[in-house]
């Protein structure tokens, strides 16, 4: 029994709550892993999990060894990359998920940079802007736009993005410019909506001037849950959007977006990277986590008062 190759086993596991689940994610057979659970189990001589039909419970004793072993793979990990030479630099797999636009537009973009610091760093990144389990689907960490509502998880605020309000000309030829933003709830006015992956809905967007404050939610023909999606909605007319200025830029300097309501401003859009609590941060994370800090820092900095 290879007993690192067990450790690991065993603690994707306790993670995943399955051997389907931990065999899928270790690229192994459940027969692999049910073997070296087992084999751990027996030279330990100690019952670390409780099978079931339906699920996998962690035992008492379990739980404690659990977290012995998150520090002994993490200690080996950091091991491996803090050898001298070239074996110094950070290797291995990452998993990680993003919001599409961030990804299509500032993130891949980028990678070529990363890749030239990090050659030995492999990424599987998901893209999307629905909920991760980040322990059942085995992912590092997540890049994600809003406010975190999951306080179990351990987030690093680095950057956040200006918004404004935009429509394509065609739409503006059609239902004319609005002069206030409350003029997006007549009628005859249309947004795009976002149906936010943490509550399913769409949320008004909070809009101030030096003299007034507004809460506009308007109405919809079509609400959607990705970035990507809601963009091209908007670019073919469908409706009124809110944006990050990286994403809108483009559009504007072509002539495909329109700004509205330029005298008001909105609140900014923190992003956040996040990850797990037992997650170990090994030397890889750390420097992915630091490489979009930094890139974030370059494009859409955080406040002074958000930068403790």
């Known amino acids: ?103 299509s537009m500032i993130l891949v973009p980028a990678l070529p940079a990363f890749y030239v610091r990090y050659p030995d760093i492999q990424i599987d990144m998901g893209v999307s802007d629905r909920i991760v389990d980040m322990i059942d689907e085995n992912v590092d960490c997540v890049v994600r736009g809003g406010e975190l509502t999951d306080q179990s998880l351990i987030a690093r605020r680095v950057g956040e993005l200006q918004l404004g309000v935009f429509a394509a000309p065609s739409y503006l030829a059609r239902v004319g410019m609005p002069e206030h933003p409350r003029e997006l709830e007549d009628s005859h006015h249309r947004i795009v909506g976002f149906l936010w992956a943490r509550t399913g809905k769409a949320v008004p967007y909070a809009m101030r001037n030096p003299v007034e404050s507004v809460q506009i939610k308007g109405r919809y023909a079509l609400a959607v849950d990705d970035g990507n999606a809601y963009l091209a909605a908007g670019l073919a007319g469908l409706g009124v959007l809110w944006l990050p200025k990286y994403m809108s830029k483009t559009f504007e300097a072509r002539g495909e977006l329109v700004p509205l309501f330029e005298n008001w401003s909105l609140d900014p859009m923190p992003i956040y990277v996040a990850f797990p609590p037992n997650r170990h941060i090994s030397i890889k994370l750390r420097v992915f986590i630091d490489w979009v800090a930094e890139l974030m820092a370059q494009l859409a900095p955080v406040s002074d008062r958000h930068d403790s």
Not at 67 to 76: S, Y
């Open 1 to 103: 029994m290879d007993r690192f190759d067990a450790m690991q086993a065993f603690a994707r596991v306790v993670e995943a709550g399955s051997f389907t689940k931990a065999a899928e994610t270790l690229h192994m057979s459940k027969t692999t892993v049910t073997q070296l659970v087992q084999q751990l189990e027996a030279r330990l001589r100690v019952k670390l999990l409780n099978r079931t039909t339906r699920k996998v419970n962690v035992t008492a004793d379990g739980a404690v060894y659990y977290e012995r072993v998150l520090r002994l793979l993490a200690e080996m990990d950091d091991a491996e990359t803090s050898l001298s030479g070239a074996s110094a630099l950070p290797r291995g797999r990452l998993r990680v998920d993003v919001p599409s636009p961030l990804a």
